[in-house]
């Protein structure tokens, strides 16, 4: 099981004291949470990306190639890279590129963004925004995938006998988690790959990401890449300690009632009944937390979001003390106390390398299994009826790419 | 969920005074309907809807994107209805901002081929053409069929009984009104539909494209 931290990076105004961090301040500030989230023990730090104030993360990689020269076992992951309106092939070259400089420890969620407007600025139609998802993932896939890519799609201009640079570190693309607050597509996308499914989960309550990630694992299943409680399943959390949960209430309230997106809406009682917000002792986050695995199933990757709404650094910092030595090293024990044998841990450089090699094993069998039919096809039409059931031996594993 | 050979009618009235002639409006018209699909031997259920008790969970869906508990049953029931009576009081010229705000949380395909009644309260009679040129485009838009008849309901109306004059009085047009609806509900068999949100048809993962 993997825990980390996600950020959006917004720059807001801190309600108490009516301050505002500079673009500069915001994004050192970034830089040293992600190195915290190290320090305290946590496994993942997952940077947004945005082309629209009040947020400044708009070249994640910069970030992300910074803080891989800084760390040495944090995984680097972003929430969530725009597979809409960025050009795939600059996705393909500049995580392949990030997967190098930091030893493999890189994977990616992908999602559609939440702003209008970034659609047209990047010349894309916000109603294509399903199509464009899809079809510039395929193409992704494949510059990751093969070495060399012919292709030609609706949206992007035609590739002939191209190259993605640099070829993924040992020949095996970064892991990828498709994210999506409400889109059944996204989740059959997801299922399809075999690749993972991010529910942010911070906004809705949680019946409406219980039927979504339901609905990806059984498709996980259909789609041959396992049983459905072996599919990777990510969970977005949203905590706020004091080691008194009144103490909790009364810090963050403020923060909450002015946050970007909830603010000045429903009240930090009702958000934190209806969504999986978590305000006051470790425990009592660690005791919510639990509560995921029992409505969602074993799962491979919980994020946690911390730095938001205008908490100044040293007050996200302290929160990072607490969630690294007193709620994570719990929950992991617990959670991988839990987690049955054959379901997958969170995936990493390595058990990806593990999962492709038997990919390809079992589609070389499919193969052989294709080649040994037309034999037996060959044979029969010549009169011989021995060999009419050979084919049916290995007829497992279709792993749907 | 229900009985499915029972027809489901949901009432929403957007009234805010307590007591409200909005919502002495809307249960005119709900016991109308009810007294008329009964005639026909049509069994049916009747939801009221006060959009008053909502209000703050409308306002948050807004600011949120999601719905509570409680307004999500009140968003299910509407787009599961087999008809519909919306009401509101006009306010400066239109329907209610509250009014306006439960229909824009609502998914803009739930409500096709609901047979709406529409209806409206006012101070005066001048207001009554607010129901065709801003309430009807709305369930237009949403492509609810709304009834011909609409029902305007001025303060005067409520005294004036008497068809005299030989304009229609308030029961008169509500009868009208409710015998369009209950002879559009009694076909309807939107409340027996199970839709799957995730019945993807003509979807392909990998796209319509010769991409893969």
Redesign the interface.
Same mark, same amino acid.
């Given at each position: 099981m993997q825990f980390g931290i996600f950020t959006v990076g917004d720059v807001t105004t801190d309600p108490t004291n009516n301050t505002t961090p500079t673009e500069n301040e915001r994004i050192k500030a970034i830089l040293t949470i992600a190195q915290k989230a190290e320090e305290v023990g946590l496994d993942v730090f997952a940077l947004g990306e945005h082309h629209n104030e009040p947020f400044v993360p708009s070249s994640p990689t910069t970030m992300l190639g910074y803080v891989a020269a800084k760390t040495e076992k944090l995984l680097l992951s972003t929430a969530t890279t725009l597979i809409t309106t960025n050009d795939p092939v600059k996705i393909a070259e500049d995580y392949a590129m990030l997967q190098h400089v930091a030893d493999g420890r890189v994977d990616l969620m992908m999602g559609r963004g939440n702003t209008g407007p970034v659609y047209p600025w990047f010349g894309k139609d916000i109603r294509q925004g399903i199509p464009l998802a899809i079809e510039n993932y395929a193409l992704l896939r494949r510059l990751w995938d093969e070495d060399v890519v012919d292709w030609e799609g609706q949206f992007r201009t035609p590739l002939q006998g191209f190259t993605a640079t640099p070829r993924p570190l040992d020949g095996v693309a970064p892991f990828v988690w498709h994210g999506s607050i409400r889109s059944p597509e996204i989740a059959e996308q997801a299922a399809y790959y075999g690749d993972g499914f991010f529910a942010n989960h911070i906004f809705w309550p949680k019946e409406h990401f219980q039927r979504l990630i339901n609905y990806y694992r059984q498709r996980f299943e259909h789609y041959g890449h396992g049983k459905a409680d072996q599919a990777f399943v990510g969970l977005g959390g949203q905590v706020f300690m004091a080691k008194n949960s009144q103490d909790a209430v009364n810090q963050f309230r403020p923060y909450f009632d002015n946050a970007p997106v909830y603010g000045h809406g429903p009240s930090l009682e009702d958000f934190t009944e209806q969504t999986p917000l978590t305000v006051g002792s470790p425990q009592q986050v660690i005791d919510r937390t639990l509560t995921f695995r029992e409505t969602f199933g074993d799962y491979q990757r919980q994020l946690f979001l911390m730095d938001h709404a205008g908490l100044p650094l040293k007050t996200v910092l302290e929160q990072l003390d607490m969630l690294g030595e007193l709620v994570v090293p719990t929950l992991r024990k617990e959670l991988d106390a839990l987690r049955p044998a054959h379901v997958p841990d969170g995936p990493t450089h390595q058990s990806e390398i593990e999962r492709m090699a038997a990919r390809s094993a079992a589609k070389a069998v499919q193969d052989a299994d294709a080649q040994s039919a037309v034999a037996a096809e060959a044979a029969r039409t010549a009169g011989s009826t021995t060999t009419s059931t050979t084919a049916a031996a290995h007829s497992g594993a279709a792993f749907g790419l | 969920m229900t009985d499915t050979s029972r027809k489901q009618l949901v009432a929403v009235s957007a009234g805010l005074s307590q007591p409200s002639s909005t919502r002495l409006l809307t249960d005119r018209l709900s016991d109308a309907t009810v007294s008329d699909l009964t005639g026909r031997g049509v069994e049916v259920d009747l939801r009221t809807i006060d959009l008053r008790d909502l209000a703050q969970d409308i306002?948050?869906n /807004?600011?949120?994107?999601?719905a509570?508990?409680k307004l999500q049953d009140a968003i299910d029931a509407v787009a599961n209805a087999d008809g519909l009576i919306a009401v509101t009081p006009i306010f400066t010229a239109s329907y209610s901002g509250l009014f306006k705000s439960f229909f824009d949380v609502i998914d803009n395909t739930a409500l096709t081929g609901l047979p709406t009644l529409i209806a409206a309260t006012g101070g005066t009679p001048r207001h009554s053409l607010a129901l065709d040129h801003a309430v009807r485009p709305l369930f237009s838009y949403l492509r609810a069929p709304v009834m011909p008849t609409s029902v305007f309901a001025a303060a005067e109306d409520w005294g004036n009984g008497s068809t005299e004059d030989g304009i229609a009085a308030l029961p008169d047009r509500i009868h009208r009104a409710a015998g369009e609806l209950a002879g559009a509900m009694e076909h309807s068999t939107r409340s027996a539909r199970v839709i799957d949100?995730?019945a /993807?048809e003509g979807?392909?993962?990998?796209?319509?494209?010769?991409?893969?």
């Open positions: - | 306002t948050n /807004l600011v949120t994107g999601f509570s508990t949100p995730y /993807l979807f392909s993962p990998v796209g319509g494209y010769g991409a893969q």
